[in-house]
């Protein structure tokens, strides 16, 4: 039987057991003991860890393993360490260490505080609470004491909250969550730039325009931050050689490799960092960003097409300083670096340009063509609003036109025209469509209708000097101007048919007429050219005559003078026998007598020619006179042979 001493040591044995079992603790390979002592001094001020065994939460934690803790005097919890799943952040809001100073957002950082799981280091360093300025990388895995610090990652909260705010805050499991604190989970990830793809299939890259919740002000008059202010800007214009592509360069160099683009962010503001705007973006990266100090807004990237050029036109920067000269009064031109609208626009290429200090004004250097019709360009979308030019003539037809203009834009000239009007669109819209219009409308006012269908051409040509003089005003090329298409009245269109079929008419009797000429002409060719072998033959006969008359003509021009000249000599020679004759006769009468003489010489005379002395014909008759005359009788009476 049991006595009552025996029983109070077995119950006290039993007491101690359990008390020394309890007072055992496993923990776990990923876990930390949370030590809160029951019993001790009270706690000074307003932290919650004690550090000189202090009643509360100590700053000592269980590091895995069989750990004791006399159960009595300390309870102990466990806790898991902190877990940063890849692509994610942990965002760090110490519970101890000093207050803030005021208008601060967040806690000063150094290096020795590491990733937060030296407590003690972190409060004997000066740690601030709040909002600690680095985050926790994906993959962190550190025993963080559940009472110094909050852990913020998108699964859960590591830790304990001690302020009532945050623990009203608590999901209906009395949790806390990222939403309690204001985030929502993308802002709990590691931000990605990265080229975005859309519907269509086409990437359009993008650019990280950073604003900063924590810094001191901006200077008066800025609107953006820039580490280095634009010092560095004034310094290269202080060098001759120093040209605007120079200057650009610098501009849009990005100095985010001095903080690690916002990463560190205490080092971004030891650098000067303001809060607000930032000049720098971010470009193609994971960047690991402080949720509570940093807001990044994904942007387009400035692209600039071959054959255009973008027109910068600069919220920020130097002071502006003209450089367009005293003759422009259409606002300033600066070199870049300064506010206002650079002088030098940038070229084909890509740019990461931050769009909320810079506006790019996108300046097509090809030359346009608009339609004032119900097409649209397919290059471009500026003639949307031009419709058909409506116009009346003198006598009140009214007239649709249709018309295409060429416009060319030189990409030196980009600037001054984009600080006369705007933009491209403002100088399609506002300029050249109230310019064509007005001159057309103009033009046909004053001209019947059928002269401005006839004269279409230097109507045409008309327009393109006006244009091209009202445009050389904004430094804008005219290419040409041409009348498409012109919609008539009705009426005026039935009046022109008829006329126009009256001269097809005429037109088509002249050419038959013009044919049956031709025909006729036709006809004489064929002909002749059938009769040309007789027609040649008959030439040359012709010719042959002719230079048979001429040598006929030669012979007797030749015949005559030999005969002239013969028949003189002939005819003195003759003369001259003639007289000797004469005188010869006249001896012979005194001497003979007539009858004799004539006889003798009739004798001499037959004696000299071929005639017979001997007469064939017999004439009887009593004298001899008788029978001379017979013998001439017979001689003349024959036959010449």
């Given at each position: 039987m049991m006595t009552l001493t025996t029983f109070f040591w077995a119950f006290s044995g039993f007491a101690v057991l359990w008390i020394l079992l309890s007072s055992l603790y496993s923990i776990g390979p990923t876990q930390i003991g949370l030590i809160r002592k029951r019993f001790g001094r009270k706690l000074p001020g307003d932290d919650p860890i004690a550090f000189l065994q202090e009643a509360g939460y100590q700053?000592?934690?269980?590091?895995?393993?069989?750990?004791?803790?006399?159960?009595?005097?300390?309870?102990?919890?466990?806790?898991?360490?902190?877990?940063?799943?890849?692509?994610?952040?942990?965002?760090?809001?110490?519970?101890?260490?000093?207050?803030?100073?005021?208008?601060?957002?967040?806690?000063?950082?150094?290096?020795e505080f590491g990733n937060f799981a030296d407590l003690k280091t972190f409060v004997e360093k000066g740690g601030q609470k709040g909002v600690q300025?680095?985050?926790?990388?994906?993959?962190?895995?550190?025993?963080?004491?559940?009472?110094?610090?909050?852990?913020?990652?998108?699964?859960?909260?590591?830790?304990?909250?001690?302020?009532?705010?945050?623990?009203?805050?608590?999901?209906?499991?009395?949790?806390?969550?990222?939403?309690?604190?204001?985030?929502?989970?993308?802002?709990?990830?590691?931000?990605?730039?990265?080229?975005?793809?859309?519907?269509?299939?086409?990437?359009?890259?993008?650019?990280?325009?950073?604003?900063?919740?924590?810094?001191?002000?901006?200077?008066?008059?800025?609107?953006?931050?820039?580490?280095?202010?634009?010092?560095?800007?004034?310094?290269?214009?202080?060098?001759?050689?120093?040209?605007?592509?120079?200057?650009?360069?610098?501009?849009?160099?990005?100095?985010?490799?001095?903080?690690?683009?916002?990463?560190?962010?205490?080092?971004?503001?030891?650098?000067?960092?303001?809060?607000?705007?930032?000049?720098?973006?971010?470009?193609?990266?994971?960047?690991?960003?402080?949720?509570?100090?940093?807001?990044v807004e994904k942007v387009p990237m400035l692209v600039v097409e071959q054959g255009q050029v973008a027109v910068v036109?600069?919220?920020?920067?130097?002071?502006?300083?003209?450089?367009?000269?005293?003759?422009?009064?259409?606002?300033?031109?600066?070199?870049?670096?300064?506010?206002?609208?650079?002088?030098?626009?940038?070229r084909t290429g890509k740019y990461p340009i931050n769009p909320r200090c810079y506006q790019a004004v996108i300046v097509p250097t090809f030359i346009i063509t608009l339609n004032w019709a119900d097409v649209v360009s397919q290059a471009h979308n500026l003639d949307a609003q031009l419709k058909q030019i409506e116009a009346k003539s003198s006598e009140g037809f009214a007239f649709a036109i249709d018309l295409q203009v060429q416009i060319h834009i030189p990409d030196t000239q980009a600037p001054l025209v984009i600080s006369m009007v705007g933009s491209v669109s403002n100088l399609v819209n506002e300029v050249l469509q109230a310019a064509v219009g007005n001159h057309f409308r103009n033009k046909l006012q004053g001209m019947p209708a059928v002269t401005f269908i006839g004269s279409r051409e230097m109507v045409q040509q008309g327009a393109f000097d006006y244009v091209r003089e009202e445009l050389s005003k904004y430094r804008v090329e005219t290419r040409g101007v041409y009348i498409q298409a012109v919609t008539l009245p009705s009426q005026l269109v039935e009046v022109l048919t008829q006329r126009e079929i009256a001269n097809q008419q005429v037109e088509t009797f002249r050419m038959q007429k013009m044919a049956q000429e031709e025909r006729i002409q036709t006809e004489k060719a064929k002909g002749t050219a059938d009769l040309q072998a007789d027609l040649a033959k008959s030439q040359?006969?012709?010719?042959?005559?002719?230079?048979?008359?001429?040598?006929?003509?030669?012979?007797?021009?030749?015949?005559?003078?030999?005969?002239?000249?013969?028949?003189?000599?002939?005819?003195?020679?003759?003369?001259?026998?003639?007289?000797?004759?004469?005188?010869?006769?006249?001896?012979?009468?005194?001497?003979?007598?007539?009858?004799a003489t004539m006889m003798v010489n009739i004798v001499?005379?037959?004696?000299?020619?071929?005639?017979?002395?001997?007469?064939?014909?017999?004439?009887?008759?009593?004298?001899?006179?008788?029978?001379?005359?017979?013998?001439?009788?017979?001689m003349f009476a024959r036959p010449e042979s």
């Open positions: 700053a000592e934690l269980l590091m895995p393993g069989l750990r004791f803790k006399f159960w009595l005097l300390y309870a102990v919890t466990k806790h898991p360490w902190v877990q940063v799943p890849p692509g994610q952040i942990g965002v760090v809001i110490a519970q101890v260490g000093q207050p803030l100073p005021i208008g601060a957002k967040s806690a000063v950082y150094k290096p300025r680095p985050v926790l990388q994906p993959g962190t895995l550190a025993p963080i004491h559940p009472i110094g610090f909050l852990v913020i990652t998108k699964p859960e909260i590591f830790g304990i909250p001690v302020s009532s705010q945050w623990q009203k805050l608590s999901d209906d499991r009395g949790k806390p969550t990222f939403g309690s604190f204001g985030l929502v989970e993308e802002q709990l990830e590691v931000t990605q730039i990265a080229p975005y793809p859309t519907e269509a299939g086409r990437v359009i890259d993008m650019i990280g325009i950073v604003t900063t919740l924590e810094g001191q002000p901006l200077p008066a008059g800025d609107i953006a931050s820039r580490l280095v202010g634009f010092r560095d800007i004034e310094q290269l214009e202080n060098h001759p050689e120093t040209n605007n592509a120079q200057l650009i360069e610098t501009i849009l160099g990005s100095q985010c490799d001095r903080h690690n683009a916002y990463q560190d962010f205490q080092k971004f503001l030891d650098l000067g960092g303001r809060i607000g705007l930032q000049h720098d973006p971010l470009l193609y990266g994971a960047y690991n960003l402080n949720p509570f100090l940093l807001r036109k600069a919220y920020v920067g130097l002071p502006t300083k003209d450089t367009s000269g005293a003759e422009f009064k259409f606002g300033s031109l600066v070199r870049p670096g300064h506010r206002g609208i650079w002088e030098e626009p940038l040359v006969g012709v010719e042959i005559q002719n230079n048979r008359t001429q040598a006929r003509k030669k012979e007797a021009e030749g015949e005559a003078t030999f005969i002239e000249q013969t028949g003189a000599a002939q005819g003195a020679q003759v003369r001259a026998i003639g007289l000797a004759k004469a005188e010869a006769y006249e001896k012979q009468v005194r001497a003979l007598g007539q009858q001499d005379g037959l004696a000299k020619s071929n005639v017979p002395f001997m007469p064939q014909t017999l004439v009887t008759g009593g004298s001899a006179v008788d029978g001379l005359a017979a013998t001439l009788t017979r």
